[in-house]
Structure formats: C-alpha cells, structure tokens
C-alpha cells in the first residue's frame, strides 16, 4: 500500500515454501522459501486482494505505506493476516520488489514516502496553529 487520502495497491505477491510453517528460520537461513512476483493468481482474485487490501488500510487509518499481509484459503476466500505499517527495505524485503513489479523504481518509491510525510506533517502543523 502507498498514499495517504487515496492509497493504491502494488501488484500483489505470494511466498512459496517447503516448510510446514513459514518462519524466521525458513525465510532468512533454511532457503526453502521463495518469493513470487507477481502473484501467480487469476485478475478477478487479484482485483480482490488489491479492494482489500485498500479496505483494510483505509480502516486502519493508515497513511504512507503498509504492507498487507494475506491468506487465500482453497474455497477462494481472502484472509487479512497482518498489516505491517513498517515493512522492510532490504535487499530481499518484499515491500521495495513489490512496487518495483508495478514500475515504481526503489527512488521513485522513496521520493513518493518522503513527500506523503511531508504533506501529513503540514497537514498537523496547520492543525495545531493556535491564532
């Protein structure tokens, strides 16, 4: 998720693994886990995921970014499982390759976080002007 009055959506991704729970050990030292992206899903589920995605940010009060973790059970039916508001930024980190995937570079991406804290922070400072 990236915006403030009118987030939008990345492309979505999917982790891939071997291991019967996925978990620091397999994401970051066992590398059974891999990371797809796009998502390997039809439009109509994609559509789905991004709808959600913005609903849940939007209910959450978020502004920025965020990253909304999801499940797909087998019936089709989205789960939101976790709303990160502080997604990383490594060199593996899904948040920068996700967006990246939707033709917004890793400076672009930036420039656009550092110019939605801009706008949030004028929009207090007016707010707590006294006259």
Same mark, same amino acid.
């Given at each position: 998720m990236l !915006? *403030?009055?009118? %987030?939008?959506a990345s492309v979505l991704g999917e982790v =891939?693994? +071997?291991a019967t729970f996925y978990d620091y050990?397999?994401?970051y030292f066992d590398g059974t886990s891999t990371t797809v992206i796009p998502a390997d899903l039809d439009p109509t589920t994609? &559509? &789905?995921a991004q709808a959600l995605a913005i609903h849940s940010f939007e209910a959450l009060r978020c502004a !920025?970014? &965020?990253?909304? +973790?999801? /499940? =797909?059970? +087998? +019936?089709g039916q989205l789960l939101v *499982?976790?709303?990160n508001t502080i997604p990383g930024f490594t060199?593996?980190?899904?948040? %920068?390759k996700l967006w990246e995937a939707s033709g917004l570079s890793y400076p672009d991406l930036v420039d656009e =976080?550092? @110019? /939605? @804290?801009l706008k949030a922070h004028e929009r207090r400072r007016a707010r707590s002007v006294v006259p």
């Open positions: !915006g *403030n009055e009118e %987030p939008r =891939l693994t +071997d050990q397999d994401k994609m &559509a &789905a !920025g970014m &965020a990253r909304v +973790d999801m /499940f =797909l059970r +087998d +019936d *499982n976790e709303v060199s593996i980190s899904m948040y %920068p =976080l550092v @110019a /939605f @804290a």
